[in-house]
């Protein structure tokens, strides 16, 4: 793909017909300019046009990078691309504000190129590493925790990033030095007392869970979590305004159950399965 710097990109509706083309069959990536295209995407990941940004941008993201239709290099620049302020980070912390569709569906490109390199291993342990280092901050610091918004689709971030977060865990570059860190990030979003999640974000979360304990983390690490949840909420609850504190219960239990039904799957994993079982019915 040759360069497309300084190139004025399609606007969005210049791009969703190109798109819509492309998916529909009537034009052929062979007589287009894939780069322009490609950047013209990037350019408006980020739109509130849902039908724009989910069924024509990631939708063409997912069949190129996984029909191998864009090269190792392409993929390590649109990952560079992704992890930067102006795109897994921007509005970072905002709560409510647009700028989550574009951190959100930058988080979901960073997973499908994480994806290809967990089959291919095209990217640097440098790369790896940054690419954690970034998926934890966004997860640490993620504040808008809204999943189906009216009129403008899935903003979901904090799933997606969870989704990028299970393929970096599972990447054999990533160092197993990270994974206490990664895990306190992800039960950080689970103990959340201002949102309750109705769109299976809990099961987005176990996922990288149960990656890290594949990939090596030790079984006591969440089993430890686990067991401090009912004195947590015992403590919160003195803390927090009523409103908040049942928000916060009501999140702990859709987790724990969610994690029981997901354990069931892992005989290795049964002493744990007893333990979020036993801890809930304290709940």
Known sequence: MKSVANTAFMNEEELKNKLAELKNGEKSWEEEDKSYIVQSMMEHLGSVDSDLRDELIYDMFCKLIIDNQLEHEVLSGLL???????????????????????????????????????????????????????????????????????????AHSIAHIADAVDEVVKNSKCSKEVFPEILDALWGKVLISNYVYIHNEDERII?????????????????????????????????????????????????????????????????????????????
Request: with cysteine; hydrophobic share 40%; net charge negative.
């Open 80 to 154: 560079t691309q992704c992890l930067s302020e102006s795109f897994l980070f921007k509005g970072l912390g905002e709560e409510g504000a647009d700028t989550v569709f574009k951190r959100s569906f930058s988080a979901l490109v960073t997973a499908l190129i994480l994806y290809k390199d967990n089959q291919e291993s095209f990217l640097s342990s440098e790369t790896i590493h940054e690419g954690a280092k970034g998926l934890l901050k966004c997860l640490k610091e993620e504040k808008d925790y809204r999943g189906l918004v009216d009129g403008k689709g899935w």
């Open 207 to 283: 996922t990288p869970i149960l990656a890290l304990l594949e990939n090596g983390l030790a079984v006591e690490e969440v089993k430890t979590r686990v067991e401090q949840m009912p004195q947590h909420l015992i403590e919160q609850k003195e803390q927090l305004a009523e409103k908040d504190y049942y928000v916060l219960k009501a999140n702990s239990k859709n987790f724990l159950k969610s994690f029981y039904v997901q354990l069931a799957d892992h005989e290795s994993l049964s002493a744990l399965q007893e333990s979020v079982l036993q801890h809930l019915k304290q709940i």
